[in-house]
């Protein structure tokens, strides 16, 4: 059983910057892909950065720039440096692993303001 935890979330105004983690714990023996997704009200849930075993990042484009994706094998935590946001930054990020299956993080709230 592995569980996610996510911190990090929070209020801001537009222009600032917040730092989201999520670490893991349990039953891990090697984790492959890391991300961090997205869900704005209304809206389906989207990729927002993915980061793999070797470091290779992606981002979507909306946030290309902006943010910053990173991950501690050691302490099985990722990152997410969010710089200049946008009240469109707004939604749940949900941090995201994958191991031999899929875990899913119960999500944290960004909020911009305009």
């Known amino acids: 059983q592995v569980q996610l935890v996510e911190s990090g979330g929070g209020l801001v105004q537009a222009g600032g910057s917040l730092r989201l983690s999520c670490a893991a714990s349990g039953s891990i023996f090697s984790i492959d892909v890391m991300a961090w997704y997205r869900q704005a009200p209304g809206k389906q849930r989207e990729l927002v950065a993915v980061i793999g075993s070797g470091g290779i990042t992606n981002y979507a484009d909306s946030v290309k720039g902006r943010f910053t994706i990173s991950r501690d094998n050691a302490k099985n935590t990722v990152y997410l440096q969010m710089n200049s946001l946008k009240p469109d930054d707004t939604a749940v990020y949900f941090c995201?692993?994958?191991?031999?299956?899929?875990?899913w993080g119960q999500g944290t709230q960004v909020t911009v303001s305009s």
């Open positions: 995201f692993l994958r191991t031999s299956l899929n875990y």
